[in-house]
Nanobody, 126 residues
Framework: QVQLVESGGGLVQAGGSLRLSCAAS????????MGWFRQAPGKEREFVAV????????YYADSVKGRFTISRDNAKNTVYLQMNSLKFEDTAVYYC???????????????????WGQGTQVTVSS
């Protein structure tokens, strides 16, 4: 069982930056593919970014590419999402998620993840 706790959300003006953190329990963090998703009011949860356990490769949704950066510190059991040049449309609840250990799929969809955090609100004012 993995427990995930997000932090770092808040209110920011358009063009500003925030860094989200997600701390995971357990001793095998390095074996989990970690993802960030978001859900705006009235919309479905959508993929934002992924950091795969194997080789640490990353991938981003087109909507955030070039503005957001996912990174991980396996020694601290933490994954981060650095969000720059924030836009009003980035407003959402952001969730981190963990796959099962050594997952080999693309990890672009929510159903590929087994563990979820409680979410942190990001509000971008225009």
């Amino acid at each position: 069982q993995v427990q995930l706790v997000e932090s770092g959300g808040g209110l920011v003006q358009a063009g500003g930056s925030l860094r989200l953190s997600c701390a995971a329990s357990g001793r095998t963090f390095s074996s989990y593919t970690m993802g960030w998703f978001r859900q705006a009011p009235g919309k479905e949860r959508e993929f934002v970014a992924v950091s795969r356990w194997s080789g640490g490769s990353t991938y981003y949704a087109d909507s955030v590419k070039g503005r957001f950066t996912i990174s991980r510190d396996n020694a601290k059991n933490t994954v981060y999402l650095q969000m720059n040049s924030l836009k009003f449309e980035d407003t959402a609840v952001y969730y981190c998620a963990a796959s099962r250990p050594y997952y080999s799929g693309s990890a672009y969809t929510a159903r590929e993840y087994d563990y979820w955090g409680q979410g942190t609100q990001v509000t971008v004012s225009s």
